[in-house]
């Protein structure tokens, strides 16, 4: 007995130590789960994405990943290089090209990730669309509106009139409302994009803005008051009317966010409003620029697959991730491409921001 004993002790001896050499310890300690803290995300973001922070789900989102979001609103130009930084996290502008100016601005960029990406658009009153048909610079291919770039802008230096010229009861001379350019991404693109449009299509570089600059700095010129973010404007079109505001530039998704928050209103803005593509349009990235290791937390959440689709779904964000859907067949809004083929680039950082300082 004592003998099968000592056998069995010396076997367990044994296969201990084979399990001491075999098994890699570290590897297990490194599997086991790191619990995670909250971390105090301090940002400044663009206006247009106010809906999407404040959905329920979004917060849900943050909370997964225990992050605590101190954010505020303020325009993509004014963030990057205007207002004090001091203290932020993170810079969520609407415009890649906004990278680049908050480095010029000595920004401390780390890092940047593009989470969403949403066309430049026009928004206008449906007779002022249809006006547009009749005059033949826009077309409706089914039930999607484009507007030849080249054709609404020659109208405008033409000071063709909304009454005289395109029999619409409305005041003065054609224009196409924009937030400020030099503090709001909306304005800033639609600059980027109205130069292009006057350099005969092709991106404007530095050699051309000598020819450029100044039809662009005369066509906003005559603009009056414009506001600083995209939301303010696309809130003020909504409430001022055709009369005030018959054309906008604003982005694809805000009037998709309107429609899928208010769907009481829903028929009512696919009777009275168009979303217009211009051809070409431009597109706006949503980059989140890292100014700290908080940020990294906040990015890693923003890129959560139902947090992406939630976004494209409720909110009208194309999606910066590949694998995510941008089906318009869930929007239940009509005028939606699957797809925005037209779009042609910006000019580059520097030119964008001799265009910006030009307006001053």
């Given at each position: 007995m004592r003998k099968i004993l000592g056998i069995l002790i010396l076997l367990a001896v044994a296969a201990g130590?084979?399990?001491?050499?075999?098994?890699?310890?570290g590897s297990l300690q490194r599997a086991a789960p790191v619990k995670q803290d909250w971390v105090d995300v301090s940002i400044f973001y663009g206006g247009e994405k106010s809906r999407f922070l404040a959905n329920p789900q979004t917060q849900k989102t943050l909370?997964?990943?225990?992050?605590r979001l101190i954010a505020a609103k303020a325009g993509s130009i004014e963030q990057v290089n205007q207002l004090p930084a001091d203290g932020k996290d993170c810079l969520w502008p609407s415009n890649q090209i906004a990278v680049e100016l908050a480095r010029q601005a000595g920004r401390p960029v780390q890092s940047d990730t593009n989470i969403f990406n949403?066309?430049?658009?026009?928004?206008?009153?449906?007779?002022?669309?249809?006006?547009f048909i009749k005059a033949g610079i826009a077309t409706r291919n089914n039930g999607v509106l484009t507007v030849d770039t080249l054709k609404l802008v020659d109208m405008v230096k033409q000071q063709k009139r909304w009454k005289e010229d395109m029999g619409?009861?409305?005041?003065?001379?054609?224009?196409?409302?924009?937030?400020?350019?030099r503090r709001s991404n909306s304005g800033n693109?639609?600059?980027?994009?109205?130069?292009?449009?006057?350099?005969?299509g092709n991106v404007a570089s530095a050699a051309d803005l000598p020819t450029v600059l100044p039809a662009v700095q005369a066509y906003f010129r005559v603009m009056g008051y414009m506001e600083h973010s995209s939301g303010d404007i696309f809130e003020n079109f909504l409430k001022q009317g055709m009369g005030a505001r018959p054309i906008i530039v604003?982005?694809?998704n805000q009037l998709v966010e309107f429609v899928i928050e208010h769907q009481e209103y829903r028929d009512v803005i696919r009777d009275k409003i168009d979303i217009l593509y211009p051809t070409p349009t431009v597109f706006a990235s949503h980059p989140l620029i890292s100014?700290?290791?908080?940020?990294?937390r906040l990015e890693t959440a923003l890129q959560d697959q139902e947090l992406q689709a939630l976004a494209w779904k409720e909110h009208g964000f194309r999606s910066g991730l590949l694998g995510v859907s941008n089906s318009p067949d869930v929007l239940n809004v009509g005028g939606i491409p699957e797809t925005v083929n037209q779009v042609m680039p910006l000019p580059d950082a520097v030119v964008m921001k001799q265009i910006i300082d030009s307006l001053e």
């Amino acid at each position: 007995m004592r003998k099968i004993l000592g056998i069995l002790i010396l076997l367990a001896v044994a296969a201990g130590v084979v399990i001491a050499t075999q098994v890699d310890w570290g590897s297990l300690q490194r599997a086991a789960p790191v619990k995670q803290d909250w971390v105090d995300v301090s940002i400044f973001y663009g206006g247009e994405k106010s809906r999407f922070l404040a959905n329920p789900q979004t917060q849900k989102t943050l909370e997964k990943y225990k992050v605590r979001l101190i954010a505020a609103k303020a325009g993509s130009i004014e963030q990057v290089n205007q207002l004090p930084a001091d203290g932020k996290d993170c810079l969520w502008p609407s415009n890649q090209i906004a990278v680049e100016l908050a480095r010029q601005a000595g920004r401390p960029v780390q890092s940047d990730t593009n989470i969403f990406n949403s066309a430049i658009v026009f928004y206008a009153w449906r007779p002022v669309s249809e006006a547009f048909i009749k005059a033949g610079i826009a077309t409706r291919n089914n039930g999607v509106l484009t507007v030849d770039t080249l054709k609404l802008v020659d109208m405008v230096k033409q000071q063709k009139r909304w009454k005289e010229d395109m029999g619409l009861d409305v005041y003065g001379a054609v224009k196409i409302f924009t937030t400020d350019p030099r503090r709001s991404n909306s304005g800033n693109m639609w600059a980027g994009l109205l130069a292009n449009t006057l350099n005969g299509g092709n991106v404007a570089s530095a050699a051309d803005l000598p020819t450029v600059l100044p039809a662009v700095q005369a066509y906003f010129r005559v603009m009056g008051y414009m506001e600083h973010s995209s939301g303010d404007i696309f809130e003020n079109f909504l409430k001022q009317g055709m009369g005030a505001r018959p054309i906008i530039v604003g982005y694809e998704n805000q009037l998709v966010e309107f429609v899928i928050e208010h769907q009481e209103y829903r028929d009512v803005i696919r009777d009275k409003i168009d979303i217009l593509y211009p051809t070409p349009t431009v597109f706006a990235s949503h980059p989140l620029i890292s100014l700290t290791g908080n940020c990294k937390r906040l990015e890693t959440a923003l890129q959560d697959q139902e947090l992406q689709a939630l976004a494209w779904k409720e909110h009208g964000f194309r999606s910066g991730l590949l694998g995510v859907s941008n089906s318009p067949d869930v929007l239940n809004v009509g005028g939606i491409p699957e797809t925005v083929n037209q779009v042609m680039p910006l000019p580059d950082a520097v030119v964008m921001k001799q265009i910006i300082d030009s307006l001053e």
